[in-house]
């Protein structure tokens, strides 16, 4: 059973203290909302930068302080959040183009922009129209106010201080002149990116390298006037910085001596899956980026320091060891890397006190899974708190019953599902067994089909448990409310992990903002789960 008071004074001390300090050591309540999910009367198709901002002072009024949100990185053809085109860049269909500057003076803009598609009642995502109409929009707007924002003070500051983006704008537009192909299947000329390359693409594709310059500028001022607003009201963006690197990626492209392109990234067999699994992202050559200084790391957290005051490590274990699969091997044959257990800690351990000293940033390690105990308990010397999803906590190496709450360290997030798990209801249905055991531990009568009361007590049990942060998935709130939820549980999932789905990554919730935040049913709910 864990101490509260002698756990929240060791983090002000910690090696994450002063990250802490600037975030608060107190509760901290919030939900998850995927951008992609969201829309207003505003945004064009799929959620936008600035949807954020109605959204912060709704949680605001809640009483919530964090919103946390998945990748939003350049993603280009691939609906993944997590498998992106730069480590850096983010995504373009999430500009808001109602408030892009210098647009009242292009009449002809702004009518273009009306016939735009604003709003659909869809339960998913058209991302090839969305795509379609977003780009052939922002073409035209960007050659109209190219020369207005290659003049403005702002947008010389930004090149200034944005050392990836000349690689980034390189790699997209030849991205796009090759027809999306992967660099690998580029011309051999192009394959290897270089300073002279990159001084000749931009020569020979000076208007497209202009273009996303522009665009990745656009994106920059509306995000980070997300989170100054958020600030505003004592709110925090957390963000999601995945710790593996598309190998069709600008980073790789250019930092080959990075990454270790003969190794896969994947995880092992196990009781989950007999064959394991293989993500097909390159290892890390963490060698050379220590001999580097870890600079590429530092300069992406800062980087994204402009936008977040949190942020969630994916996969943090893979920080310490990472099932590493060679090239044409099956998933099985992989090894961990290191190879050596005994290297595991201080490896990780290293990387991540880099991490602390790169940014301002809180960090919070996605741990789930099969995770050493030992790494959990470096990353609570460390002061990085874990993740507890209340329906995995249980005692599965003796009697497998749930564990109670007040074992949470509060050095923690509690939630009661992720973007990668069924929503709450759909767990319920689908894992019976697992639900009657649940209620054996809160005491009640197992019933097929969990209500609204129960939903509602365990979402206020996630609220107040030891943890530090308690946020869930904006969806399983919306459930209190069955007229703000879609007909079906299937309809709330994000993502089916290990499925080729056009479902996967395309969830929208139901209401729009307006109708979202003006919902008092819901609001009152809500107040009463974190009160």
């Not at 964090?66 to 992106?84: A, E, F, H, M, R």
């Not at 998913?124 to 969305?130: A, T």
């Not at 000293?357 to 002061?383: F, N």
Request: glycine share 4%; charged share 20%; aromatic share 12%.
């Amino acid at each position: 059973m864990s101490n509260p008071i002698l756990e929240t004074s060791f983090l002000a001390d910690s090696p994450a203290g002063k990250q802490w300090s600037r975030i608060g050591i107190h509760n901290h309540h919030g939900m998850v909302i995927p951008l992609f999910s969201i829309r207003s009367q505003n945004s064009c198709g799929i959620g936008e930068y600035l949807d954020l901002i109605p959204l912060i002072d709704w949680c605001h009024q809640i009483g919530f302080s964090v919103i946390q949100l998945l990748p939003l990185n350049d993603n280009g053809k691939n609906p993944s959040p997590y498998s992106t085109l730069s480590a850096y860049a983010l995504n373009p269909l999430h500009l808001s183009l109602y408030n892009l500057p210098f647009l009242e003076e292009f009449h002809d803009l702004k009518e273009m922009l009306q016939t735009i598609p604003k709003f659909s009642s869809d339960a998913h995502i058209p991302y090839p129209s969305v795509q379609k109409n977003k780009e052939a929009f922002l073409l035209k707007y960007v050659q109209r106010a190219r020369e207005k924002i290659l003049a403005s003070e702002n947008y010389r500051i930004f090149i200034s201080q944005a050392p990836w983006l000349r690689t980034y704008a390189a790699f997209k537009a030849l991205k796009i002149h090759f027809n999306w192909k992967s660099w690998m299947e580029w011309p051999l000329h192009y394959q290897n990116a270089n300073s002279a390359l990159l001084d000749e693409i931009e020569e020979d594709f000076k208007d497209a390298v202009q273009i996303h310059s522009i665009i990745q500028f656009l994106c920059f001022e509306q995000l980070k006037k997300v989170k100054e607003y958020a600030e505003s009201k004592q709110l925090f963006i957390m963000g999601d910085i995945p710790i593996l690197t598309d190998r069709d990626s600008a980073d790789v492209w250019l930092h080959r001596n990075l990454f270790d392109l003969n190794l896969a990234a994947g995880a092992p067999p196990d009781h989950f899956n007999d064959e394991g699994q293989n993500w097909g992202f390159p290892l890390y050559n963490w060698d050379q980026i220590a001999q580097d200084h870890y600079r590429w790391w530092y300069e992406r957290l800062q980087y994204a320091s402009n936008f977040y005051q949190i942020y969630r490590i994916d996969h943090i274990v893979g920080l310490f060891r990472i099932w590493g699969i060679p090239r044409g091997k099956k998933t099985k044959e992989g090894h961990f890397c290191p190879k050596d257990p005994a290297a595991w800690l201080p490896h990780g351990k290293k990387i991540l006190l880099e991490f602390l000293k790169a940014s301002s940033m809180l960090p919070i390690g996605e741990d789930l899974g099969v995770v050493p105990p030992e790494v959990r308990t470096c990353l609570h010397s460390l002061g990085i708190s874990g993740m507890k999803v209340i329906r995995w906590e249980r005692d599965w190496d003796h009697t497998q019953a749930y564990m109670p709450y007040d074992t949470y360290p509060p050095a923690s997030l509690t939630t009661v599902s992720t973007h990668d798990t069924e929503p709450l209801g759909l767990w319920w249905k689908n894992q019976p067994q697992e639900a009657m055991e649940f209620c054996r531990f809160k005491g009640w009568h197992y019933q097929p089909t969990l209500n609204i009361d129960e939903l509602k007590t365990i979402l206020f049990d996630s609220h107040h448990t030891p943890s530090l942060f308690h946020i869930n998935l904006i969806q399983e709130y919306l459930q209190l409310v069955p007229s703000l939820s879609w007909p079906t549980f299937e309809q709330d999932v994000i993502n089916y992990p290990g499925i080729i789905s056009d479902k996967n990554w395309s969830y929208r919730i139901k209401p729009s903002i307006e109708e979202l935040t003006t919902n008092m049913s819901l609001m009152h709910l809500m107040r009463e789960i974190i009160a």
